[in-house]
């Protein structure tokens, strides 16, 4: 797509890129006061942060009236909005044809725009009084409600029965064929094929096909400016789907403030002298990231681990944790859903709830028992046979593995990471195809992995203990936080994967391919 560009701002947790791209906004809007923005954040909570430093700009934050109708009226009244990332996601229609001449600040990777093609569900409309329900002002749809679910093999036929075609310009994109009209219930996906891009292909292991759905790129292409806050972008879903367009990046680095000689530009110095500014100089961001990592390896307690007399975790031949690493299953997905209640699985169940209880009778350090305060993961469909008469870890202290970009546990200082990340491989098999043929699986994980554990005390420099009993993703996080920066370990992760990259990548989050354990 010609002229497409992005400009990422890419930067390590705690590197001030929300500080910067404050300031990127507070200068344009001094400079070009007609100018006009759309802030998305991942969550509601987040919204505040940036309310609080931009006056004027309004919040979406209340179903006072429905979002989507507050959000039509901010975009028709040409106002600065604060919206979370799934508001916008929601409404790309309406992104499409109001949001012209605005510039998208998007806090951290928007990763769903490639996903797992997820059909709409349909209701009788004869029943429609008792088959949705308002709680206050939302309305959601009962549990008793009868609903028509799609699911592959009806696409599989109306493809067969060609009510989808594949595109002339790529075998595998389906679109709606117009020449063959249908009064079945097929007909109310025709929308949603028109709106989205549906990619079909065949699963050699199950013999079937599967569908990959993009979110639709001229919700992009309105914008004026695009900015992306995230870390280790090329670890990213989103860039891949950018990548698939064709775009363009402008990378920007957050550096603390310098002494700007321009007189020319007296707001500058109105934005005081702890601010950070978006700049091309990544050498002098290099500097910011080596004192962060520095600062966390202090920071971190790992059981079996220690710092070495260059301030570096490593193995502790000394200690008496052997049972931490004692973990045989690989912790996929796939092994949760699958293998939970096999022989192993109930053995891993035991093993690792005797293990919880062991790092915390003899392994979390002294001064955080004082103040405990427990953050835990694993696959949702796992969580409550995990906590089920576990001492330590409920479905209240329990957050989702994808959780990015809040300070909502910032006090939590006991991490509990039960999962080994793969990609879903209907993703996967998309983005190598089509959009990058060097993704690497390994910065993905990490990537994934690192943004929750910066969710807890680590992101105010306070300590913490760590348990990943994956030794896949204990020994990625250990590369990582030992380099002296994110481009060594980049680059050591892809030499090794270099030759092997596809092929180590075949296991994954989903029963389309089978892992071993």
Request: net charge neutral.
């Amino acid at each position: 797509m010609e002229n497409f560009k992005i400009n990422v701002v890419d930067g390590i947790m705690g590197s001030g890129k929300s500080s910067a791209i404050i300031n990127l906004i507070k200068m344009h809007k001094h400079d070009y006061p007609e100018s006009h923005f759309l802030i998305i954040v991942p969550y509601l909570t987040e919204i505040n942060r940036y309310s609080k430093e931009l006056q004027g700009f309004k919040s979406i934050v209340t179903d006072t009236l429905p979002k989507k109708v507050t959000l039509k009226k901010l975009l028709q009244n040409k106002k600065d909005i604060i919206c979370t990332h799934s508001l916008f996601l929601q409404n790309p229609d309406l992104i499409n044809e109001l949001a012209t001449d605005y510039i998208l600040i998007v806090d951290e990777a928007l990763n769903s725009l490639i996903s797992p093609t997820v059909f709409p569900n349909l209701l009788d409309s004869n029943n429609l009084k008792n088959d949705i329900v308002q709680e206050d002002n939302n309305f959601t749809i009962s549990d008793k409600a009868h609903t028509y679910t799609f699911t592959n093999w009806d696409i599989d036929n109306m493809i067969s029965n060609k009510f989808l075609i594949k595109s002339s310009t790529n075998e595998n994109l389906l679109t709606w064929n117009t020449s063959n009209e249908t009064t079945s219930i097929y007909s109310s996906l025709e929308d949603y094929f028109k709106q989205y891009d549906v990619y079909c292909f065949s699963s050699e292991e199950n013999n079937s096909n599967y569908y990959v759905t993009l979110f639709p790129i001229k919700a992009f292409n309105i914008f004026k400016n695009i900015y992306v806050l995230t870390y280790i972008w090329d670890a990213q879903i989103m860039k891949a789907y950018f990548d698939f367009y064709g775009a363009q990046y402008n990378y920007l680095y957050p550096i603390p403030h310098i002494t700007i000689s321009d007189e020319s530009n007296k707001f500058v110095g109105k934005l005081g002298e702890n601010s950070y500014y978006l700049l091309h100089l990544k050498k002098q961001y290099y500097n910011t990231e080596s004192i962060i990592l520095q600062k966390a390896r202090l920071n971190i307690s790992i059981p079996s681990y220690k710092l070495d007399e260059y301030n570096l975790l490593v193995k502790d031949s000394d200690s008496r944790c052997a049972l931490f690493n004692n973990i045989k299953p690989n912790l996929s997905y796939t092994f949760y859903t699958t293998k939970l209640t096999s022989d192993i699985g109930l053995d891993f169940l035991k093993t690792i709830k005797k293990n919880i209880k062991n790092l915390m009778a003899n392994n979390v350090p002294r001064n955080l028992l004082k103040n405990a305060k427990i953050i835990w993961t694993v696959y949702d469909c796992a969580k409550e046979d995990i906590s089920k008469g576990c001492r330590y870890i409920n479905l209240n202290n329990y957050i989702p593995i994808n959780t990015k970009a809040t300070n909502e546990y910032k006090d939590s200082n006991i991490l509990i990471y039960l999962v080994n990340r793969y990609l879903n491989p209907c993703i996967l098999n998309f983005i190598t195809k089509y959009c990058n043929s060097d993704f690497n699986m390994d910065l993905y994980s990490l990537s994934e992995l690192i943004q929750w554990i910066w969710r807890s005390a680590i992101r105010d420099d306070k300590a913490i203990c760590l348990y990943i009993p994956s030794s896949r993703m204990l020994n990625l996080f250990l590369e990582w936080i030992n380099a002296s920066s994110t481009d060594e370990f980049k680059n050591s992760i892809l030499e090794k994967h270099k030759t092997s990259n596809i092929s180590n990548n075949s296991k994954s989050d989903n029963s389309i391919n089978q892992i071993n354990i």
